[in-house]
């Protein structure tokens, strides 16, 4: 009793000491680098000095799940000036094959159920599948070096989100990540779509299987058609109709994915006496009759070469490195990356790193997200994880598990629908600082003060900047350092 009384007061000393940290404040921003318990040797830790956060936290922040301890350091050591360094960092990034990552690879390939073949999947107990999903997700975020490609590969599968919960994706998004997310994450956006319209999880998920016009009197089954022109390419302020909308039904009519027998279950399949092969005009573009399967590439080249789908794209890639809110220019740059390149996921990404709001606009601005939180605390902390199944209930109390949410449009990207998860954030923060999270993660607090070099350096390098005279009272009047920093908007805005 008196054990838990003393943690009690100790928890209530720690939030009154925190409450001059409060969380939603337009602070600055976070961290440092890797050291999570990945092996290999450890590069010097060196924070940054500045008072506010400089471009190379900035972009590290942006760019990847948050720094380790030493990547600020690596980072800046690229070229003499900060400029030169963070082209060479993003070059780096952009061409992720390029970078050795063999711990990650090593890590993840014990998850021997998401490398399977599509119909051995149904061999796994279906809440085993989506553990050993969820614990590689967590494991590519921490510890691989190709950062960017994670980031990216988060943004697609909520751009093209599947809930796992809905029938047959409890055992086809372990494929889905792999062949359609992970494989197209920086390659060009007309593949990416193609492969998620048949995509075995998407064709169950938005019931694109039960789409079929055997006779005139069956009606095209209209949910994928829709969510692929609101969601996935132009956007709900695109510029379609209803008559579009059933159109694209039409075209994507006769496709399904075999549900039955022990063999080639899961296999997509096109029926043409369930498609609609009459003349269909989307978008003021006519389809002639007699097209079959061939229909569904010219929908796609339709939509993936509008003029509402570059920008609406480059709004959401905007929101995602910019700004909640990013301007009009930003937008308009990459857009017009975008169509140039005709998708090219590089060319428009360099777009948005080259816009000068990206560079120069506001730092410390945007929201980590639960999983961003989460991993970056991590990552910045060189925490030895054993067990990725331990952080999986933060984040379903937090609201942001991976492959969970319930409806098309994927988790948001924006601050407000992720204000409310602030006393679950300190929770963590407290127990991953105090190794309370579980017994198979721990965090050498004292090890890190000294290699930051005492206190404060231990601030610069979680916050991207030195930190003020009220954050190092704080500090001293909690005596917890590590998670008073972690639990302070200025680690929780990026």
Request: with cysteine.
């Amino acid at each position: 009793m008196k054990q838990r009384e003393s943690d009690e007061v100790s928890r209530r000393h720690f939030m009154r000491a925190a409450a001059g940290f409060t969380l939603f404040s337009t602070s600055s921003c976070e961290r440092v680098e890797d050291w999570l318990g990945l092996g290999g040797k450890e590069g010097p830790v060196v924070p940054p000095t500045g008072e506010g956060i400089d471009l190379i936290s900035h972009v590290l922040n942006r760019t990847t799940f948050g720094p380790t301890p030493s990547e600020y350091a690596r980072v800046k050591g690229l070229a003499d000036t900060e400029e030169s360094a963070i082209a060479a960092f993003l070059d780096e990034q952009l061409e992720p094959d390029e970078l050795e990552d063999n711990r990650a690879q090593r890590a993840v390939r014990r998850f021997e159920a998401i490398h399977a073949p599509l119909g051995e999947m149904y061999e796994y107990k279906e809440a085993f599948l989506l553990e050993q999903l969820t614990r590689a997700t967590l494991v590519r975020a921490t510890r691989s070096k190709r950062q960017l490609f994670e980031v990216m590969a988060h943004f697609w599968s909520d751009h093209f989100n599947i809930d796992v919960s809905k029938k047959e994706c409890r055992w086809l998004k372990a494929a889905d990540d792999r062949e359609v997310i992970r494989k197209n994450a920086l390659g060009n956006f007309s593949d990416l779509v193609r492969a998620s319209a048949l995509s075995p999880a998407m064709l169950w998920y938005l019931d694109g299987r039960e789409n079929r016009k055997r006779n005139s009197s069956e009606t095209p089954n209209e949910n994928y058609a829709r969510e692929l022109l609101e969601l996935h390419t132009l956007g709900v302020d695109g510029g379609y109709a209803q008559k579009d909308v059933m159109e694209v039904a039409r075209c994507l009519s006769g496709w399904t994915v075999r549900d039955k027998g022990r063999f080639h279950k899961g296999r997509v399949e096109f029926f043409s006496d369930a498609h609609d092969d009459g003349s269909k005009t989307v978008l003021g573009h006519e389809i002639a009759s007699g097209g079959g399967e061939k229909d569904l590439d010219d929908v796609l080249e339709i939509v993936c070469e509008h003029a509402s789908t570059a920008r609406y794209l480059a709004k959401k890639l905007c929101i995602r490195f910019i700004a909640d809110e990013p301007s009009n220019e930003s937008i308009e740059a990459t857009a017009k990356a975008f169509s140039s390149s005709r998708g090219d996921i590089l060319t428009t990404l360099r777009a948005v790193f080259a816009t000068d709001e990206f560079l120069t606009g506001a730092r410390g601005q945007k929201l980590k997200r639960p999983f961003e939180f989460i991993v970056s605390a991590l990552r910045g902390t060189r925490a030895k994880v054993s067990s990725e199944m331990d952080l999986v209930d933060y984040l379903i109390r937090m609201g942001h598990a991976p492959f969970q949410y319930p409806t098309p449009d994927g988790y948001p990207d924006v601050a407000s629908p992720w204000t409310g998860t602030l006393l679950w954030r300190w929770h963590f923060a407290i127990a991953l600082s105090r190794n309370e999270v579980s017994e198979e993660i721990e965090v050498d607090q004292d090890e890190l003060i000294e290699k930051a070099g005492g206190e404060e350096g231990l601030s610069a390098s979680l916050l991207g900047r030195i930190p003020s005279k009220e954050e190092l009272a704080g500090i001293e009047r909690t005596g917890e350092p590590l998670a008073l920093l972690l639990a302070s908007p200025g680690f929780q805005w990026r």
